[in-house]
């Protein structure tokens, strides 16, 4: 290489933020392993204005428009399986709709129901899909019907309708756009965004968001797990189609009116670099206690449109930097296992259940609200242990050559996907929560002991698994990716053997 040639080549790495093409088309040219095809596709799910915004125990409803949500889909086929991964903009996705939207994807292009993986953002600024479910209470006294329905956050059954639809239209489009592509993985490091919200304070026990400056506060009483992991996937002139980014951290930055949340300035970021076109599929981590609020900062929490772009800028340059560094080539094989786990709730006991019914008839604006929220929870429990007193959790690995995804449908504690992070024999293992159905937070074991606490571990109809439960499905997840091989990872071309040191640099200092 001569100077000039040297030059050139530096002048286009650093214009690859306005000619993202021309830095990365030299990854077409030296293609590793048989041809791997990959499909991507988007739809819309954006909910109209006024209708409910969930992620509270009571309602409320959207009144502005940030940003569109959207189903994303990424489907991988090695020639003898396929799989969809499916990002939701959506605050969870109820076992019904999967089953449903599985069944007619299945009929419609032949996916297999359980190679396909549908999981949530848990977005709090998204569409009406829950909590409580259309016609969950149909069973119950009039007064639990008047809690459920008119007092709680209410899922929408033409908005279940549409995000099913959409759900199978993008998985179906997907697959039709199925094309030769390269594809890379890699894991980055962000750890300036996300922080555990559950703290030890002196009093001996735990409180969640126990607040900034609080003089109490002793230490976190869990970790994040800053782990960025990224799949990439370019085509044949080495444009990047689409990629598939795994991030613990709770979509509670509400930006201003319906959004996809902070996922929405990851993909801005990512499409930034890459361009207007790549899609980019979200599943998110064990984040169950991981939020993006620092509580042990002494600062001001920045405003809502600020901290959205903050925590997605972050992530999204972050998986930046990894796409950047990929070498692309096929990840197979593709595989995917499923098991189902039949899980017990937790029982109120009698006397409490008679408190919290003699509570929840007295004027809500007479007694505390947090008081009057919770026995409402608990009534609500009691009803739905009548009919269901056992809940059904899918755990799915899905098998992307050396990374595996493994799910669970929980609001799950981060410290359980780093410990399946620790025991999996995969060099890439992402958890994913919320995926596949929605069994509400499921805290460590340790958080129900005597130094535990905080809202996670509050009985509700929406959480009330089990002690156990997290564990059993971390050991699930074990018990399926024990059952695959992992994939080699793709690695760059080995350089010539040396043949002796570049001459315009071999001499030792001149000074005259």
């Given at each position: 290489m001569n100077r000039r040639e040297f030059l050139r080549q530096g002048t286009v790495l650093g214009l690859a933020a306005g000619l993202p093409h021309i830095a990365l088309a030299r990854r077409s040219v030296t293609p590793s392993g048989p041809p791997f095809k990959v499909g991507f596709a988007e739809r819309d799910i954006t909910p109209a204005l006024g209708m409910e915004k969930p992620g509270g125990y009571g309602k409320a409803y959207h009144q502005r428009f940030h940003d569109p949500c959207k189903v994303r889909v990424a489907v991988f086929d090695d020639g003898t399986a396929r799989v969809a991964l499916v990002g939701l903009d959506a605050l969870m996705v109820p076992r019904r709709l999967v089953q449903a939207a599985r069944d007619a994807i299945q009929r419609k292009c032949g996916i297999t129901p359980g190679n396909i993986l549908i999981g949530a953002s848990h977005s709090h600024s998204s569409g009406p899909v829950g909590m409580v479910q259309p016609g969950e209470y149909d069973h119950a006294s009039p007064l639990v019907r008047r809690l459920a329905y008119e007092k709680s956050s209410c899922a929408e059954v033409n908005y279940l309708e549409r995000v099913r639809n959409e759900i199978i239209g993008a998985v179906c489009q997907a697959d039709g756009g199925r094309t030769d592509a390269r594809c890379g993985i890699g894991c980055g490091i962000e750890d300036k965004v996300a922080y555990n919200r559950r703290f030890r304070m002196k009093n001996g026990i735990t409180f969640t968001h126990p607040g900034g400056g609080n003089p109490d506060i002793l230490a976190p009483a869990g970790p994040i797990d800053p782990q960025v992991g990224v799949i990439g996937a370019w085509d044949g002139?080495?444009?990047?189609?689409?990629?598939?980014?795994n991030y613990a951290c709770h979509a509670t930055t509400d930006p201003g009116g319906i959004s996809a949340n902070w996922i929405?300035?990851?993909?801005?970021?990512?499409?930034?670099?890459?361009?207007?076109?790549?899609?980019?599929?979200f599943l998110q981590g064990a984040s169950g206690d991981v939020t993006q609020v620092d509580n042990l900062s002494p600062y001001q929490n920045p405003g809502p449109e600020q901290w959205a772009r903050l925590v997605g800028g972050r992530v999204g340059a972050e998986a930046v930097k990894v796409l950047l560094g990929l070498e692309p080539g096929s990840l197979v094989p593709i595989a995917a296992a499923s098991t189902i786990l039949r899980m017990e709730r937790r029982v109120p006991s009698p006397q409490r259940v008679e408190r919290c019914l003699e509570l929840v008839q007295k004027d809500p604006k007479s007694v505390d609200a947090s008081e009057w929220t919770f026995a409402k929870e608990i009534v609500l429990l009691d009803a739905l242990l009548a009919r269901h007193p056992t809940v059904e959790a899918e755990v799915q690995a899905v098998q992307i050559g050396p990374a595996v995804f493994v799910t669970n449908s929980a609001e799950l504690f981060c410290q359980f996907g780093l410990d399946l992070k620790a025991r999996s024999p995969f060099p890439f293992t992402f958890p994913v929560e919320l995926a596949n159905g929605c069994v509400g937070y499921v805290p460590t074991e340790e958080a129900f002991g005597s130094h535990g606490g905080g809202y996670e571990t509050r009985l509700t109809s929406y959480s009330n698994l089990q002690p156990d439960a997290g564990r059993r499905m971390i050991e699930a997840g074990l018990e399926l990716t024990g059952g695959m091989k992992p994939g080699t990872v793709p690695e760059p071309t080995k350089a010539s053997p040396f043949h002796g040191p570049w001459p315009y640099g071999n001499v030792p200092p001149e000074l005259s």
């Open positions: 002139e080495g444009r990047l189609r689409g990629c598939v980014v929405y300035y990851l993909e801005q970021t990512i499409r930034g670099l890459f361009g207007s076109d790549v899609i980019v599929v």
